[in-house]
């Protein structure tokens, strides 16, 4: 069955160190991959996404992820975590024709 | 501005009530889509429409109904069969061509049982 996987339900972070949030997939073939990222009670923002090509892909807010084949994966990373980069960070995978499959979410805190 | 807009942002039902969400967008997308999110459960599919005229159903699309009369309106109706309603709804649309994977969010209507 296709699913996505992201094994961390919360993370906490201090202000200025690194982040990386895990994903991973199970598919038919490779999908289409996204990560958005929601604040409280809002709806949900794209960060980035990967369609093919270069495997590192660059989003806003400072964001990258890697696609990684071999693993199934497409973990979210940023140098420099900002206090407002505190949110619920989703990872979701689809195919053309076909609607998103979302994991169940992260949520990340930032301590200072 | 472009975008995707969902009324009301609050939304209280009574027992035994139909209630409908709005969702309307300007962006020209051929696609829109209904999810349900609980705490911890992720975005869950309701309903899909690829076109207007056709939609199909999500993996939990008892209890609600969608009509999809025009390509900017997807308005989606939780009836009364719907035992546990209480939940954060968001709409979200797509466009067409390779881009039509990614998804675009309305802010969402929350639904409350009086």
């Known amino acids: 069955a296709q699913s996505v996987t992201q094994p961390d339900i919360h993370i906490t972070v201090s202000e200025g160190a690194s982040l990386e949030l895990r994903c991973n997939y199970s598919y038919g073939a490779t999908p289409y991959l996204f990560w958005y990222v929601q604040s409280p009670g809002q709806g949900l923002q794209l960060l980035l996404k990967?369609?093919?090509?270069?495997?590192l892909v660059q989003g806003i807010k400072g964001f990258e992820a890697e696609f990684k084949r071999s693993q199934s994966s497409f973990n979210l990373r940023k140098p420099s975590v900002h206090w407002s980069d505190a949110a619920e960070y989703f990872c979701a995978v689809g195919m053309t024709g076909t609607a998103l499959i979302f994991g169940k979410g992260t949520t990340l805190s930032v301590s200072s | 501005d472009g975008g995707i807009t969902q009324s009301p942002k609050y939304l209280f039902r009574k027992e035994g009530q139909n209630v409908t969400l709005s969702c309307e967008q300007n962006?020209?997308?051929?696609?829109m889509y209904w999810y349900r999110q609980d705490p911890g459960q992720g975005l869950r599919l309701i309903y899909y429409?690829?076109?207007?005229?056709?939609?199909q159903k999500g993996d939990i699309a008892e209890g609600y109904s969608v009509s999809r009369e025009k390509k900017e309106s997807f308005p989606l109706t939780v009836t009364s069969a719907q035992k546990n309603p209480t939940a954060f709804y968001l709409c979200?649309?797509?466009?067409?061509?390779?881009?039509?994977?990614?998804?675009?969010f309305g802010p969402g209507t929350r639904l409350l049982v009086l």
């Open positions: 979200a649309s797509s466009p067409p061509g390779l881009a039509g994977e990614t998804q675009y």
């Open positions: 990967y369609f093919s090509g270069d495997t």
């Open positions: 429409s690829q076109i207007v005229n056709d939609f």
């Open positions: 962006l020209n997308h051929d696609a």
